[in-house]
Structure formats: structure tokens, C-alpha cells
């Protein structure tokens, strides 16, 4: 389980069980690809100075948490080399979607070192996962508060991306929406998450709204 940082972190990191893992980097079954909702972080993390995220002038939505190795039974590999410094070019790089200097590091240092590539490539894979993803139009950048089910967002994030709507999973705190969990194979195509990521259990949740 990640440590709670400075930075954006989803208040109920579920898609971890407890399972010990093979920590030989690149020895993980598929990726977790982690975008947590920036109003629901910049609301219980008031003060929060470390990150742009929470920069009204920014009208952050999604934002990257991370792209976590995770194997079928829910086990999940942490720190699995020596990690150095991410490359300043790197860090700045991927500012526009990770939004916080010092979880570009964590993510490199926790996750990355597992995932058996360099820093560069794999957060090339990140950005290429992200941009890649279609998020639902009415998910962007919502002006009031939207109560849904999570099983109305994963269909609709399903759907968007013409993928399995088992490769989708929403975190929740409580009815509180906090990420959308996406299951990537190691080659960033969509797969059913299966058992090994859980699922938020309100019958429905609360995104709040974009600054």
C-alpha cells in the first residue's frame, strides 16, 4: 500500500490486496492504471501546497496517480530495484498529467522499478496509456455534481473505449468518487480486471464538480 504523500493519492487505494509478490522487475501480470478526480482529492486535502492539482486556475479533472504492476490474484510488486532520480526533462514531461513533482518520484521509486523498463519508457507508457484513454464527455469536466452508479461509469468509460467493462473499476470513499481504475495489459491494451481489484461497493457515488 502506497504511503499517504504530500501529493495525490486515492483515499481508498482498493485495487491492492495484502498478497506478497515476485519482485523481479517486469515479473507482474497486467498494469493498474490509476486516474484519481482531482475536485474529490482538493476537497479532503484542503491546504495542499505540494501540487498544482488543486490550482483553480487549472480545472483539473482526471489526473494520473500512477500505473501500478498488479498480478491476476492480487498480489502486486513494490520497489523492486534501486530506483535514481527521474530525469528533470522526464519530471516536466509528465507535469501535465501527474501534477506533483515529488509523486513522479514516488510512482518511479514504488511502481516503475517493477515494471522492468527504464524511467523514461515506462512513463512513456504512462502518457501513452492516458492519452489514450476516451473519458465519456460528461465525466471531463463536470459543472455540478453528478450521483451515479459505478457500474454506470464503467459501462460508460466501457463503451467510450470500445473495451470490456470488466477492464474498468471506480474507487470510491464511502458515495464519494475518488479514481478510475484501468486494467491494461503489459502492451497497454484493455483486459477484465478479474478478482484481483475490488470493487466499490456504493450502490451509488458523488463526483463533484470541476473548478
Known amino acids: 500500500m502506497c504511503i ?13 490486496h495484502g498478497n506478497p509478490a515476485d519482485t523481479t522487475p517486469g515479473s507482474f501480470d497486467l498494469y493498474l492504471l ?3 478526480w482531482a475536485p474529490e482529492f482538493c ?13 483553480p486556475k487549472r480545472h483539473y479533472g482526471f489526473v494520473v496517480h500512477g500505473m501500478w504492476p498488479q498480478n491476476n490474484d492480487g498480489s502486486y510488486p513494490q520497489h523492486c530495484a534501486p530506483a535514481q532520480p527521474v530525469a528533470g526533462a522526464t519530471v516536466d514531461q509528465m507535469l501535465s498529467i501527474i501534477p506533483a513533482r ?4 514516488h510512482e518511479w521509486s ?11 519508457d515506462y512513463f512513456g507508457d504512462i502518457a501513452k496509456a492516458y ?20 457500474s454506470e461509469i464503467e459501462q460508460k468509460f466501457a463503451d467510450a473505449n470500445h473495451a ?10 464511502g458515495s ?21 481489484v475490488r470493487d466499490c461497493r456504493a450502490p451509488q457515488v458523488t463526483i463533484l464538480p470541476t473548478p
Do not use: M, W
Open 102 to 105: 515529488g509523486l513522479i518520484q
Open 131 to 150: 492519452h489514450g484513454l476516451q473519458i465519456p464527455p460528461e465525466y471531463r469536466t463536470p459543472g455540478q455534481s453528478i450521483t451515479v452508479s459505478p
Open 43 to 55: 476537497a479532503t486535502h484542503a491546504g495542499n501546497a505540494s501540487s498544482s492539482e488543486c490550482d
Open 4 to 16: 499517504l504523500l504530500a501529493v495525490s493519492v486515492p483515499a481508498q487505494q482498493h485495487g491492492h
Open 176 to 196: 464519494e468518487f475518488v479514481a478510475i481504475e484501468v486494467c491494461e495489459t503489459k502492451d497497454l491494451q484493455y483486459r477484465d480486471c478479474g478478482s484481483g
Open 164 to 173: 470490456p467493462k470488466g477492464a474498468f473499476r471506480v474507487s470510491c470513499s
Open 110 to 120: 514504488t511502481h516503475g522499478t517493477c515494471s522492468g523498463l527504464s524511467a523514461q
Open 34 to 36: 490509476v486516474l484519481s
